[in-house]
């Protein structure tokens, strides 16, 4: 039987001892995203310690995962949805060259410029898909003003949210949103089946979050926390393709992961992973 598989987020990551994490990755099919590296190379705190940690980790027997940019360009270069997060012979070739060169690479100025790209392209939508559906959507503009704005009510937004963008053509949005990225459009993100129309469909629920809070939340939506809540959208797209995520975030990742995937699994730490996630290695 295929076993289960287990995104990990940063705050679950920082947590959780190296040893316990280890002991972890070794009886189940855990998944060191990408991202997760790119976060511990760049923290301001215990920096040494994390890269460490992601390194023992991933040489015991966790697998590491591309990142959002790289899934999305090749979905677009071969016009079909992306396959399995982890190649195992990918994460065998990283395990091999980081005991060759005695220590993890990553191609860090591109994925930091990737990211900082990415944060004025999640920004700018805020306000004109927010004030659009107000405009030619009377009814849901009714709907959306009898929103409870509370942190308390944050699934609840979610899942209204997710409903909302479902309503919407996705595959429209992508391509407005990612002009260039294939010369065949009518031929890339068609469906469900694809993880560039998932990152889109969690992308805009949290848009649609930030236009609501912009106009009935305490304070406005800051770069900082929009670049943050980008990476942390990346875990919860990575879920379409996994069983179940591990994240201690109650503020976006949870809320947004159970609204766009109730069918999953979300813990908050590795003791609440049932023994269906244990994996018998042969």
Same mark, same amino acid.
Request: proline residues 4%; aromatic residues 10%.
């Given at each position: 039987?295929?076993?289960?598989?287990?995104?990990?987020?940063?705050?679950?990551?920082?947590?959780?001892?190296?040893?316990?994490?280890?002991?972890?990755?070794?009886?189940?099919?855990?998944?060191?995203?990408?991202?997760?590296?790119?976060?511990?190379?760049?923290?301001?705190?215990?920096?040494?310690?994390?890269?460490?940690?992601?390194?023992?980790?991933?040489?015991?027997?966790?697998?590491?995962?591309?990142?959002?940019?790289?899934?999305?360009?090749?979905?677009?270069?071969?016009?079909?949805?992306?396959?399995?997060?982890?190649?195992?012979?990918?994460?065998?070739?990283?395990?091999?060259?980081?005991?060759?060169?005695?220590?993890?690479?990553?191609?860090?100025?591109?994925?930091?410029?990737?990211?900082?790209?990415?944060?004025?392209?999640?920004?700018?939508?805020?306000?004109?898909?927010?004030?659009?559906?107000?405009?030619?959507?009377?009814?849901?503009?009714?709907?959306?003003?009898?929103?409870?704005?509370?942190?308390?009510?944050?699934?609840?937004?979610?899942?209204?949210?997710?409903?909302?963008?479902?309503?919407?053509?996705?595959?429209?949005?992508?391509?407005?949103?990612?002009?260039?990225?294939?010369?065949?459009?009518?031929?890339?993100?068609?469906?469900?089946?694809?993880?560039?129309?998932?990152?889109?469909?969690?992308?805009?629920?949290?848009?649609?979050?930030?236009?609501?809070?912009?106009?009935?939340?305490?304070?406005?939506? @800051?770069?900082?926390?929009? =670049?943050? !809540?980008?990476?942390?959208? +990346? &875990?919860? %797209?990575?879920? #379409?393709?996994?069983?179940?995520?591990?994240?201690?975030?109650?503020?976006?990742?949870?809320?947004?992961?159970?609204?766009?995937?109730?069918? @999953?699994?979300?813990?908050? =730490?590795? !003791?609440?992973?049932?023994? +269906? &996630?244990? %994996?018998?290695? #042969?």
């Amino acid at each position: 039987m295929k076993p289960k598989q287990l995104i990990l987020d940063k705050n679950v990551f920082v947590a959780t001892k190296t040893d316990v994490l280890c002991g972890f990755a070794q009886n189940n099919f855990l998944i060191l995203p990408e991202i997760l590296l790119y976060e511990c190379l760049t923290t301001q705190k215990n920096k040494e310690v994390l890269v460490d940690r992601f390194e023992q980790v991933l040489l015991v027997g966790a697998h590491i995962c591309p990142n959002i940019k790289t899934i999305l360009n090749k979905e677009a270069n071969n016009l079909s949805p992306y396959g399995s997060l982890v190649n195992p012979k990918t994460t065998d070739k990283i395990r091999s060259a980081y005991k060759e060169q005695n220590g993890i690479f990553c191609n860090l100025s591109a994925m930091s410029e990737y990211l900082d790209e990415n944060v004025s392209d999640f920004l700018n939508p805020v306000e004109k898909l927010y004030e659009e559906i107000q405009l030619n959507h009377p009814e849901v503009s009714a709907s959306i003003g009898q929103l409870d704005a509370s942190a308390d009510n944050r699934l609840d937004r979610f899942r209204f949210w997710v409903q909302l963008v479902e309503q919407q053509d996705i595959h429209r949005l992508a391509m407005e949103n990612l002009e260039g990225i294939t010369n065949q459009p009518e031929k890339y993100c068609l469906s469900d089946r694809w993880v560039s129309w998932q990152f889109f469909r969690v992308t805009f629920a949290v848009i649609l979050e930030y236009g609501f809070l912009r106009h009935h939340g305490p304070a406005g939506i @800051k770069e900082d926390r929009a =670049k943050h !809540d980008l990476r942390d959208v +990346e &875990y919860v %797209c990575l879920l #379409s393709r996994a069983d179940g995520l591990l994240t201690r975030d109650k503020k976006l990742v949870t809320p947004l992961a159970e609204a766009a995937f109730p069918d @999953k699994d979300v813990f908050s =730490k590795l !003791d609440e992973v049932p023994d +269906e &996630y244990l %994996c018998h290695w #042969s």
